[in-house]
């Protein structure tokens, strides 16, 4: 299973865009990267999936280089609500289990 | 139901004591997860079930961690002479198909006090 590699915390402010990277360089073929966000108190929720190249969706979008050993997550104009506990995952497509790391935390000023 | 629901929210037990902790995926969806989660601490993979199956044991912490799942529905993380250590946030999600590239959708968590 591939081991995924965040900065355990990043502090930002209202209105800037945040990028967050996750390293992966054991990333199988087969594999998606997909990020979660956890807020205090409540179970993950998912933010975002890709395989390669650029997602995007109403919320963030997702970098994802062609070796696929790295992707970022990005958060354009963050705002209080986005001080959370972000996490990279990469998994099969196949066979289940899914490893979390620790996590990045977000922390957003005012 | 509309989501993932877990019981009881919070559980408070004497050390020894034996605890179940209960999910309920979401209708239809055919794998569930149980993590484990300590204060300040990321996700710890504890079981995973396809259907009633448990193809992956291998994140239970002890034999004194179990679980099953009937129906392929409800499922429960059993804990036999818990242990201080054992306190933490009990998470169980579900996804639609087994495959780790499936979206999981969590429940609130059961928050285990083991004094």
């Known amino acids: 299973l591939a081991k995924t590699t965040q900065p355990i915390s990043m502090d930002s402010y209202e209105g800037q865009e945040v990028n967050i990277t996750c390293s992966h360089n054991?990333?199988?073929?087969?594999?998606?990267i997909t990020w979660y966000q956890q807020f205090p108190s409540q179970g993950p929720r998912f933010i975002i999936q890709?395989?390669?190249t650029k997602v995007t969706n109403e919320v963030a979008s997702l970098f994802i280089p062609a070796d696929r050993k790295s992707s970022t997550l990005s958060l354009p104009r963050v705002s209080l609500s986005d001080t959370a506990v972000y996490y990279c995952?990469?998994?099969?497509?196949?066979?289940?289990?899914?490893?979390f790391g620790q996590g990045t935390e977000l922390s957003v000023k005012p | 139901g509309a989501g993932v629901s877990q019981s009881p929210s919070n559980k408070v037990t004497e050390k020894g004591k034996d605890v179940e902790l209960r999910c309920d995926p979401i209708?239809?969806?055919?794998?569930l997860y149980w993590y484990r989660q300590s204060l300040g601490q990321g996700l710890e993979f504890l079981i995973y079930?396809?259907?009633?199956?448990?193809?992956?044991k291998s994140g239970l912490p002890s034999d004194r961690f179990s679980a099953e799942r009937t129906g392929g529905s409800v499922s429960t993380l059993t804990i036999q002479r818990t242990q201080q250590e054992d306190s933490a946030v009990y998470l169980c999600?579900?996804?639609?198909?087994?495959?780790?590239?499936?979206?999981?959708?969590f429940g609130p968590g059961t928050r285990l006090t083991v004094l």
């Open positions: 999600a579900s996804t639609l198909a087994s495959g780790g590239a499936d979206t999981q959708y």
């Open positions: 054991n990333i199988a073929t087969n594999d998606y």
């Open positions: 890709g395989y390669k």
């Open positions: 995952l990469v998994g099969a497509n196949q066979g289940g289990k899914l490893i």
């Open positions: 209708s239809g969806h055919t794998a």
């Open positions: 079930f396809q259907g009633n199956s448990a193809p992956d």
